[in-house]
């Protein structure tokens, strides 16, 4: 059974930082690209960061400069770096395992609310 379980959400004030962790198991985790998405209220979800099988990274422009992805293999883990954090960073963050169509997998999310 594959599992994908994030933490290290919360309530921050803007400028403060979090960082987010998933720990997957029931897939070979070291083959898989690694995605964070977001979902604020009333919004669709979006994609935030990736990291490659071979550790390369991408953000979107939003969040480059401030967030740094980055993965563990050896312990199964992503992690989301989340600095100089914005009202607009408020979201729910899911962590995404994907290889192809058919073994692609997602958390159950974990809150981010940056409010003064």
């Known amino acids: 059974q594959v599992q994908l379980l994030e933490s290290g959400g919360g309530l921050v004030q803007p400028g403060e930082s979090l960082r987010l962790s998933c720990v997957a198991s029931g897939i070979i985790f070291s083959t898989y690209w690694i995605h964070w998405y977001r979902q604020a209220p009333g919004k669709q979800r979006e994609w935030v960061a990736a990291v490659t099988d071979g550790g390369d990274t991408n953000y979107r422009p939003s969040v480059e400069g401030r967030f740094t992805i980055s993965r563990d293999n050896a312990k199964n883990t992503v992690f989301l770096q989340m600095n100089s954090l914005k009202p607009e960073d408020t979201a729910v963050y899911y962590c995404?395992?994907?290889?192809?169509?058919?073994?692609?997998?997602w958390g159950q999310g974990t809150q981010v609310t940056v409010s003064s």
């Open positions: 995404n395992a994907y290889l192809n169509s058919q073994y692609n997998y």
